[in-house]
């Protein structure tokens, strides 16, 4: 579980740009779809090297719902 919080406060502080006080105080989902946010508008103005559309990308930060992870996000 440590990992995931771990990755998304990555996504927050490095991707986003967010501040640390900011990135607490953000809902999980709203880490996720700023990410996703940020993708498309990086995509948009420089296009994908590889050629992958939004809809094909994986966002890393997606995992299977387990108990443990709905407990986490939702308390």
């Known amino acids: 579980m440590t990992d995931y919080y771990d990755e998304l406060a990555e996504v927050a502080l490095g991707w986003l740009g967010w501040t640390e006080a ?3 105080a953000a809902d999980v ?3 996720v779809v700023a990410h996703r946010g940020r993708v498309a508008m990086l995509g948009a103005v420089f296009g994908s ?3 992958a ?3 094909d990308q ?3 930060s997606e995992r ?3 108990p443990a992870l709905y407990d986490a996000v939702f308390g």
């Open 29 to 31: 989902n709203a880490i």
């Open 53 to 55: 559309t939004q809809s």
């Open 49 to 51: 090297s590889d050629g």
């Open 22 to 24: 900011e990135a607490l």
């Open 58 to 60: 994986h966002v890393r």
């Open 64 to 66: 299977e719902m387990t």
